[in-house]
């Protein structure tokens, strides 16, 4: 596309992008983000100037970030703009100082992340069905810069979309030097943005004022129209081979309660680009958010399906956590360890009666004379033992480093954590194992896994006891039972750190 000249230009290829895809198909009420610059005021013109029947009912819509003194003054400036072309508006803020501190954002991630959701709730609450942006194809260029400088895979280079999901953008084969020119053709006043005159303030910054003017300077003025074709080629190209990326993740995928779900045998036999893509594909359509993950991230995923056996854990930000479980490779909202015992002692356990645990979760044992007419499974959270050789003493703990149980049938003991790596326990859900003890500590029962064959039912057995771990009906308790007494030290705690999100575009 050449430069344009002229408004006549300009506003062809507003409409062009308009039609180009479908930008408006279906639009009767759309939400406009002005935000008083040059671009966002010459987008609201150029849709006012429609004619009447392409052009659908408009609602401005401006956020305030409360980052600049003149902040509300540009507000402001917004509505009498909308009031003086009839248009409805909304506005609203937040201060997105304070909450790119709160979470661990940079300024850019944090003021991007309240806009869009501010956008999304007033399309939904006016009613609009789309909602059109003011991204030029300048902004395409400079996205497509930064992602190149930092590495970014093809997505990256793609740039802004011209269109996503609810998103528009019409001014995408334009560059910001047009849209300053169709405002002084219409006599439009705009609001200048001080933090953007900052060439050193963001990386965004030091591209516009530093690396553009040096590529138009060496290589001519056609450089910004020049990414934007290369991001719209290679948009294209992702476009077409969408197909073949949605028919491995569902070759791939596996059912999976939350979140994510892949067969390792089948993700890592895919091509390292196809592996990719079909990683991206598979956490947006679970609802991480795949624009604050950088290589490293989209590497280390990687890594735990194709460069390891067994388990491994990668932490994501926006709290996501990706792990392999032996053949299964799972991305899900980082929560709190289910069940996770609150107590770091032994407590010892009524015999026969109901101990109340810390998590809520209760013990029941049961005194038979004789021997067992039924058996359970020894996965199950219930187990049966010889009487007189588990004593009159029993206690329930987490497992700790050094554990060794004797597996039923089998004469010598095993330490727990190769029993719990041979049933294929992930690593972080071992600690979660509790573990059934005798006055000496000795394990008598790893929980919903072994029994030991120092307990096991034999010809001399005269009495029995039935032990149940249950879940909590209503609510966690708080305390243990009554008879409960702390016999060991505690375990020493250990902290997570979740590395937080550093750097995004401005899509």
């Given at each position: 596309m050449p430069m344009a000249d002229g408004v006549a230009r300009i506003t062809e290829l507003f409409r062009r992008a308009l039609a180009d895809y479908d930008m408006l198909a279906g639009?009767?009420?759309?939400?406009v983000a002005v935000s008083g610059?040059?671009?966002?005021?010459?987008?609201?013109?150029?849709?006012?100037?429609?004619p009447p029947r392409q052009r659908p009912q408009l609602v401005v819509a401006h956020f305030n970030h409360h980052m600049r003194p003149e902040a509300d003054a540009d507000q402001q400036f917004v509505c009498d703009t909308a009031?003086?072309?009839?248009?409805?508006?909304?506005?609203?803020?937040?201060?997105?100082?304070?909450?790119?501190?709160?979470?661990?954002?940079?300024?850019?991630?944090?003021?991007?992340?309240?806009?869009?959701?501010?956008?999304?709730?007033q399309a939904d609450a006016t009613h609009c069905d789309r909602i059109a942006l003011g991204h030029t194809a300048t902004d395409v260029a400079e996205s497509l810069l930064m992602n190149l400088l930092r590495g970014a895979g093809i997505e990256g280079l793609a740039s802004i979309a011209p269109t996503r999901e609810r998103l528009i953008r019409p001014l995408i084969y334009l560059t910001r030097e047009q849209t300053e020119r169709f405002c002084q053709a219409r006599g439009l006043q705009f609001r200048t943005d001080s933090?953007?005159?900052?060439?050193?303030?963001?990386?965004?910054?030091?591209?516009?004022?530093h690396l553009m003017p040096l590529l138009e300077r060496d290589y001519g003025p056609g450089v910004e129209q020049a990414l934007l074709r290369a991001a719209l080629a290679v948009r294209d190209e992702l476009q077409w081979t969408e197909e073949h990326v949605c028919q491995a993740l569902e070759s791939c995928q596996k059912p999976s309660d939350s979140g994510l779900c892949l067969s390792v045998e089948a993700a890592a036999a895919l091509p390292a680009g196809l592996l990719h893509r079909v990683l991206r594909k598979a956490l947006s359509n679970s609802g991480a958010k795949v624009r604050t993950l950088r290589w490293e991230h989209w590497q280390s995923m990687a890594n735990l399906i194709v460069?390891?056996?067994?388990?491994?854990?990668?932490?994501?930000p926006d709290d996501w956590t990706a792990r392999r479980e032996y053949d299964r490779f799972l991305v899900e909202p980082t929560r709190p360890m289910p069940r996770c015992p609150l107590w770091h002692e032994s407590i010892r356990l009524a015999i026969p009666g109901e101990t109340?645990?810390?998590?809520?979760?209760?013990v029941t044992i049961e005194r038979h004379s004789g021997t067992p007419d039924c058996f359970p499974r020894?996965?199950?959270?219930?187990?049966?033992?010889d009487a007189d050789a588990a004593g009159i003493e029993l206690y329930l703990r987490q497992i700790k480093p050094g554990d060794r149980l004797v597996p039923l049938g089998m004469?010598?003991?095993?330490?727990?954590?190769d029993l719990l790596t041979d049933e294929k326990v992930p690593v972080h859900r071992r600690s979660l194992t509790l573990a059934l003890v005798g006055a000496d500590d000795r394990l008598l029962w790893l929980v919903g896994h072994r029994l030991s064959q120092l307990v096991a039912i034999g010809p001399s057995t005269t009495k029995h006891y039935r032990v149940h771990l249950t879940e909590p009906e209503v609510g966690p308790a708080i305390e243990a039972a009554p008879d409960s007494q702390a016999r060991f030290k505690p375990a020493r705690k250990s902290e997570r750190n979740t590395e937080r999100e550093t750097d995004c575009s401005s899509e």
């Open positions: 639009v009767g009420r759309l939400l610059g040059q671009d966002s005021l010459a987008m609201l013109q150029m849709l006012c100037e429609l009031a003086a072309l009839g248009c409805e508006y909304v506005t609203g803020g937040e201060a997105v100082v304070a909450y790119a501190e709160q979470h661990g954002l940079n300024l850019e991630v944090a003021g991007h992340r309240l806009r869009h959701e501010f956008f999304r709730q933090t953007n005159l900052d060439a050193d303030r963001h990386h965004r910054n030091h591209i516009r004022h460069g390891q056996s067994g388990s491994g854990q990668v932490d994501l109340k645990l810390p998590d809520g979760r209760c020894s996965d199950e959270l219930c187990a049966v033992m004469n010598g003991s095993k330490k727990v954590s």
